[in-house]
């Protein structure tokens, strides 16, 4: 569903057209706008005026531009950005905290390569072997206590990133 609002600050309308009006000058801009509704007149005339601030003052009546947004499709879009940042900021935790390069490839579907590339460009060092156990047999109690809660129903990565989130001091893949 499209939502339509009249740009009711004077200072916003300013800057929207100012900026419509700049990339005016690119064709492919041009012919968007034209495929968008644009009427190819007023695109004319704003491509045309030699002084942009005289231009300008045509658009500071409150309600001179209005927009349409797509909310649906808005917030889909919004959303799944959302949902790939947040993936990202976790691979990015779990590597920097000890996950393998098995664990990275398993969880998030990268290449050996891409898993080897992300820690080498976070500045993860490559290990060899599995990392040693916490020596201490009270906190590896309390993590396997801990996993036995976290783990039941939840994806692996999502529950190796809770544990973690409780034993900051452990590696990821200890």
Known sequence: ?????LLQ??????????????RLADEDFFDAA????????????????????ET????????????AIDETRALRDLRRTMRATETN?????????GATVEQLTRWYSLSSQQAR?????????AKVGRPCRPADVKLRDQIHAAWALIAD????????????QQFPECSVAA
């Open 1 to 5: 569903m499209a939502t339509n609002f």
């Open 9 to 22: 600050s004077p200072e916003l309308a300013v800057a929207v057209i100012a900026h419509f009006m700049r």
């Open 34 to 53: 034209i495929r968008s509704g644009a009427s190819p007149e007023l695109l004319d005339v704003l491509r045309s005026q030699a002084r942009l601030d």
């Open 56 to 67: 300008l003052r045509a658009f500071t009546h409150p309600g001179a531009i209005a927009v």
């Open 89 to 97: 900021v976790r691979m990015e935790y779990l590597a920097r905290n």
């Open 117 to 125: 590339d992300l820690r080498e460009g976070l500045g993860v060092a």
């Open 153 to 164: 129903g939840a994806a692996e990565r999502d529950a190796y990133f809770a544990l973690h």
